[in-house]
């Protein structure tokens, strides 16, 4: 079945961005194959927030990639090349059921509280930057229950000092 | 110089501590020499909220090391083997002017801002532990400032999945 996996680069402290959406402080590491990670997913989850920083800071698209932005308020006229879903779990079984690729939950920690409650979340990889952003979006926003964590793989960035870490999801329960 | 180090067990998403200041999800793993660990110090602080938590766990006390406890209401007749302070920087600039081992900034995350902001930590050392904790006391509460730090190296620790980062701090500058 295709993995769901939250991948994102996150202040030691916890945060994924600033307190104003800032992620100057992300150094792309010249030693990331970033051309090997999108190869490996051909669909992308992003909450409505996230989805707003990345049309502000126009990419080079994501070719290839079925683009869902969960939201309850974009209209998806407004929305070209993206797929508007209001109910992130139920989109996310659907996915997973069908072929293909993996899928990026992209950001941010507002959508990954939302399907790590449902259970539909299967890796969290987290690219520590050497900061302390000291506030911003956190990584997960407060939730209840306890999550546990198996550390499957870690690799340290020497010219960046950026250590990146990937977790299976084992278990939950409450806090 | 002697240096502050803060040394603390993290959840991966930034706490020290559960919502109810538990801290049953850290597992101390066997690979860690903690006879060697203390041996690198000969003083303690912490703050008042860790300084109770400590008490209400009856530990083995902490024979050779001088304990500082910050807080402005404890009375020093009620609190014996420890000494109150009411200001942490005065008492830690006074410190590290003198000679001796190593400083642990035990906890917890306010003592350790108090520091952080004063610009009298020198190392960020956390023991990652494999899970979501969802909430409780973070490893930094909001600060405006952020801190660059500079990864000085990185141990696993296989048996429970711990990943020992130690950092030093190189500068700071608005947020």
Partial sequence: ?????????????????????EFDWITPDPDVDFAAMFKAYDTLLMGRKTYELTRTHKGPGM????????????????????????????????????????????GGGDLFRSLLEANLVDTV???????????????????????????????LYPKTGTLGLSYDLVGSGAA
Same sequence: chains 1, 2.
């Avoid at 079945?1 to 959406?21: C, E, F, K, Q, T």
């Avoid at 929305?79 to 659907?94: H, K």
């Fill in 125 to 155: 990889e987290v690219a520590i930057a050497p900061v302390l952003l000291g506030g911003g979006l956190p990584v997960l926003p407060e939730t209840s229950a306890r999550h546990t964590l198996k550390l499957a793989s870690h690799q």
């Fill in 63 to 106: 070719p290839g990639m079925s683009v869902y932005v969960i939201s309850r308020t974009l209209s998806p006229e407004d929305c070209p090349n993206v797929t508007i879903v209001r109910d992130p779990a139920p989109l996310v079984t659907e996915l997973k059921r069908q072929p293909g690729k993996e899928i990026w939950l992209f």
């Fill in 1 to 21: 079945m295709r993995r769901v996996r939250y991948s994102v680069a996150m202040s030691l402290d916890g945060y994924i961005a600033g307190p104003n959406g």
